[in-house]
């Protein structure tokens, strides 16, 4: 059974940093996608940035420029270090893996989800 279980979200002011991670335990399958996404009430959950692999990485636009997602292989961890946060940024953030290679647009085709951890920023 895979489980994933997000952590390191809080609140802060406008333009500080957080990072989030995402230890993945349970059946030790290789995932091809791992990706942060993130919500805010009555509006769809959208891609933040994703681990493909082998090793590539890419980003919701715009979103390379404050974040970096990057993985702990040995401790099988998914981390997003966020940077000058925004209060648009204010969501729920999830991460989410796939025994396929899926994109930040198919949410849906992501077999596996954490609970969240909420991230708010005041300005």
């Known amino acids: 059974q895979v489980r994933l279980k997000e952590s390191g979200g809080g609140s802060v002011e406008a333009g500080g940093s957080l990072r989030l991670s995402c230890q993945i335990s349970?059946?030790?399958?290789?995932?091809?996608?791992l990706a942060w996404f993130r919500q805010v009430p009555e509006k769809p959950r959208e891609g933040v940035a994703r681990?493909?692999?082998?090793?590539?990485?890419d980003y919701a636009y715009g979103m390379e420029k404050r974040f970096t997602i990057y993985r702990d292989i040995p401790q099988n961890i998914l981390y997003l270090q966020m940077t000058g946060l925004k209060p648009e940024d204010t969501a729920m953030y999830y991460c989410?893996?796939?025994?396929?290679?899926?994109?930040?647009?198919?949410?849906?085709?992501?077999?596996?989800w954490g609970q969240g951890t909420q991230v708010t920023v005041s300005s």
């Open positions: 349970g059946d030790p399958i290789t995932f091809k996608s």
């Open positions: 989410a893996v796939s025994r396929d290679i899926w994109g930040l647009a198919s949410p849906t085709e992501f077999e596996y």
């Open positions: 681990v493909w692999l082998p090793d590539d990485i």
